[in-house]
């Protein structure tokens, strides 16, 4: 998974390790995403010389190492699935984007509203 730094929320590190439960040091952090926990590495982006992590990250990066720890398989969101989770939510953002539109104009069309001319 890539961090989609238009859409995501990030967080620096140091905001991320006082969400983290336990409260982890940022140097944790900062040694997740070089040498990784049991083979997995945190996620994170760089912007304006700084480090950030997105929430999202955090959860997948928590998923994937506890999974191992049970010792499940790791959970994988493939590129097409996270396409797929992408398309059904700017379609459910659509929709309600529309119906709030439609509650604004009172349902009906500028055409149809009291004889004025479409224009």
């Known amino acids: 998974m890539s961090i989609d730094v238009s859409s995501e929320?990030?967080?620096s590190l140091a905001e991320a390790s006082k969400v983290l439960a336990g409260r982890p040091h940022i140097s944790s952090l900062h040694r997740?995403?070089?040498r990784g926990v049991r083979g997995i590495k945190l996620?994170?982006?760089?912007?304006?010389?700084?480090r950030?992590?997105?929430r999202a990250a955090l959860e997948e990066f928590a998923a994937r190492v506890t999974a191992i720890?049970?010792?499940?398989p790791p959970p994988v969101r493939t590129p097409a699935?996270?396409?797929r989770d992408m398309d059904r939510a700017e379609a459910e953002l659509a929709v309600d984007c529309t119906?709030?539109?439609t509650k604004k104009i009172g349902g009906r069309s500028r055409r149809h509203r009291g004889g004025e001319a479409a224009g």
């Open 9 to 11: 929320v990030l967080l």
């Open 32 to 34: 997740w995403r070089l």
């Open 43 to 50: 996620e994170t982006v760089m912007v304006g010389g700084r």
């Open 52 to 54: 950030f992590v997105s």
């Open 69 to 72: 720890a049970n010792g499940d």
């Open 81 to 83: 699935r996270r396409t």
């Open 99 to 101: 119906t709030e539109f």
